[in-house]
């Protein structure tokens, strides 16, 4: 019982941390506290320019930096680590937000990313503070928010960039691998194991990097599997998205009939450009890409768009 307990609390811990992270959409998601959805959602305008906002979302401060509405930010969360100037603005907590501290900023707006915690925008709508939820939950959906929270902002920079380069990169990545799909095992945790499922935002990743999910059927953002699971997949790369040491992976039981292991294709990776659903998306595809398909590489140079 004891060993259970400590199971479970160990997996709301990573559950919570990947989730502000920006990793997957909660349960919670789908359901209730998404207050400014639909037409209330797109009518959200300021009648000046704000100059003061919060951004209680990784992602979304990567976004708001990325539009060069950074100066903007006054508030962020502790897990707001990117750019380097995120680390010294305000902090407004985690993955629960100290709405004192919040509305001591007195924000103009804060921005969040839709779905990442129960009744956020309700919260801080009783409180007359403005809220701008940005859908992340998939790679054409940070497109199109980082377009809403640039023209809102009236910031100098938007999506096209971004665009251009994921089109390029596909159109890549089509020439160069035209019939070849490689199966990836993309470990999230690894005592219990957790990976991610078909409906998560990393599997998009993969497949956009002509890799294919070996759990890619189960319609889940994450879950717990079994090592024999993994086993009776074969992938063909073991992907460690966390501190994780490559040799002690290749030594759990039975691993070592694996293709991932046989080959030395168990690789770790930069956690926070793939797990934050913001800007830096191409590199995480890129990245990924010229991991599993190293001699195709392609250079960040071949895909950046003509000025």
């Known amino acids: 019982m004891k060993n259970s307990s400590i199971l479970k609390k160990t997996w709301r811990a990573v559950l919570a941390l990947l989730?502000?992270?920006?990793?997957?959409?909660?349960?919670?998601?789908?359901?209730e506290g998404e207050a400014l959805s639909g037409a209330a959602e797109s009518a959200i305008s300021f009648e000046t320019r704000p100059v003061c906002i919060v951004s209680s979302s990784p992602a979304v401060t990567e976004i708001l930096f990325y539009i060069g509405a950074g100066s903007m930010v006054k508030g962020v969360t502790t897990l707001c680590d990117y750019p380097q100037e995120a680390k010294d603005i305000q902090k407004i907590g985690d993955l629960n937000i100290?709405?004192?501290?919040?509305?001591?900023?007195?924000?103009?707006?804060?921005?969040?990313?839709?779905?990442l915690r129960a009744n956020e925008e309700e919260i801080l709508n009783s409180f007359g503070v403005k809220t701008v939820s940005l859908d992340l939950s998939s790679i054409e959906s940070i497109f199109d928010s980082i377009d809403k929270a640039a023209g809102l902002l009236k910031a100098p920079k938007n999506s096209s960039q971004l665009r251009k380069k994921m089109k390029n990169l596909s159109s890549l990545i089509r020439k160069k691998q035209k019939n070849i799909v490689r199966s990836v095992y993309f470990e999230i945790w690894g005592d219990p194991p957790m990976t991610v499922g078909g409906a998560s935002f990393i599997n998009q990743i993969i497949n956009a990097a002509q890799g294919v999910n070996i759990f890619n059927e189960v319609n889940l953002d994450n879950l717990s599997v079994s090592l024999e699971k993994v086993i009776e997949n074969n992938p063909e790369f073991i992907v460690a998205a966390y501190d994780a040491k490559t040799e002690e992976i290749a030594l759990r039981p039975g691993f070592s009939n694996l293709i991932a292991v046989k080959d030395s294709n168990i690789i770790k990776i930069d956690y926070n450009i793939y797990v934050r659903p913001g800007p830096r998306v191409i590199e995480a595809v890129l990245d990924l890409y010229n991991r599993l398909y190293p001699e195709g590489r392609i250079e960040a140079e071949e895909i950046t768009p003509a000025e």
């Open 19 to 31: 989730a502000l992270s920006g990793f997957f959409y909660p349960a919670f998601a789908q359901g």
């Open 98 to 115: 100290n709405y004192e501290k919040l509305l001591e900023i007195k924000p103009d707006a804060v921005f969040s990313m839709k779905g």
